[in-house]
């Protein structure tokens, strides 16, 4: 742990991302090019709030990421924490994706030091860029002893976001990510970090199997939804399905007959298309309500949003997981949105 008595050591890796775009010589759109030393000589009084190793990872975009790449990010920074000494791993990437690369890496971070990821909305050639001051944000929480044994946080625009809850919920705004409906767990100022609660957070789940890629399926009912889809998906192998629901889990009385052909052969995890609050369990009661498709056999994704549930699902399945084990850690974890001691 860093004491009073020295700067913490901290550990900065770049994937790319808009924190690192630059225009062609000729101005116009913007590309990944700049590599992390460019990212920390670029950001004023760094280097007073910890003792810096840097590397350059990837230099792409957030959207080419993969869950394989993302395991591998994690691998490399707890290489940093467990080999390297330091008191915590900052990640800056495209904020595309962040809102599912920080939870993939949350399921399996199992060190105490603080891995925080960040990245910026502007490029650095945009007036007003946002990445500096992420990268300072993100190094100041990296580095407190205040942020230990909290999992995977997300820093941006000086909040302070935990992995299972941040979203991103706006294409170019400042403060473009949220963490419905409680929101963020802490605040960077004046070079340091508050929280509003103590740790709480689930135990690192298995590494996925060498050679093991399941194919997790993300789907969104609509108006008429029929099913088509889901059965489209089931028919061409696919090992797990994640429907994203109207409201408190509810699907359209023919996509319901479809979920419950398609149970038997694939998991189906059950979340709410809105994005805040939990799947309900026993206030309706219609066909294709969130009681008629449970007791249909979907595994309730609760307080887990879309993208999160499949991240699990995934992550479950890669690690060979059987679908007891499924059922009981999908239910557990969707069920507590704190985590296991909130």
């Not at 499924?326 to 974890?333: D, G, L, P, S």
Request: charged share 20%; with cysteine; hydrophobic share 45%.
């Amino acid at each position: 742990m860093a004491g009073d008595a020295r700067r913490p050591r901290v550990a900065v890796g770049s994937l790319g991302g808009t924190i690192t775009m630059t225009p062609a010589s000729g101005g116009g759109a913007v590309t990944p090019s700049l590599r992390a030393d460019d990212l920390v000589s670029a950001v004023p009084g760094l280097g007073e709030v910890a003792e810096l190793a840097v590397a350059t990872l990837r230099t792409e975009p957030g959207a080419w990421l993969t869950p394989p790449d993302v395991v591998a990010v994690g691998e490399w920074a707890r290489g940093q924490a467990a080999d390297g000494g330091v008191d915590g791993v900052v990640v800056v990437q495209g904020t595309d994706t962040i809102e599912e690369t920080a939870y993939l890496l949350d399921l399996y971070w199992d060190r105490p030091e603080p891995l925080v990821v960040s990245g910026a909305m502007r490029a650095p050639s945009a007036a007003g860029a946002d990445g500096p001051a992420n990268l300072l944000a993100a190094t100041v929480v990296a580095g407190s002893a205040a942020a230990r044994d909290r999992g995977v946080l997300v820093v941006l625009n000086d909040d302070v976001h935990a992995a299972v809850r941040v979203r991103k919920t706006d294409t170019v705004a400042m403060h473009a990510f949220d963490s419905a409906p409680f929101g963020p767990v802490g605040r960077v100022h004046e070079r340091r970090v508050s929280f509003a609660g103590g740790p709480a957070r689930w135990p690192a789940l298995p590494l996925p199997v060498a050679g093991r890629a399941p194919r997790v399926a993300l789907l969104e009912t609509h108006l008429g939804d029929c099913g088509d889809l889901l059965r489209l998906v089931a028919d061409d192998g696919y090992d797990g399905v994640v429907l994203a629901g109207f409201g408190a889990g509810h699907v359209s009385a023919a996509l319901a007959e479809v979920v419950g052909e398609v149970v038997p052969r694939c998991p189906v995890v059950l979340a709410s298309r809105t994005g805040g609050g939990p799947v309900l369990a026993g206030t309706y009661g219609f066909v294709g309500s969130e009681q008629d498709l449970l007791a249909r056999g979907v595994l309730p994704a609760g307080w887990l949003d879309p993208r999160k549930a499949r991240l699990l699902l995934w992550a479950l399945l890669a690690a060979g997981a059987d679908a007891e084990t499924v059922r009981a850690t999908v239910t557990a974890r969707g069920a507590a949105p704190g985590g296991p001691t909130a």
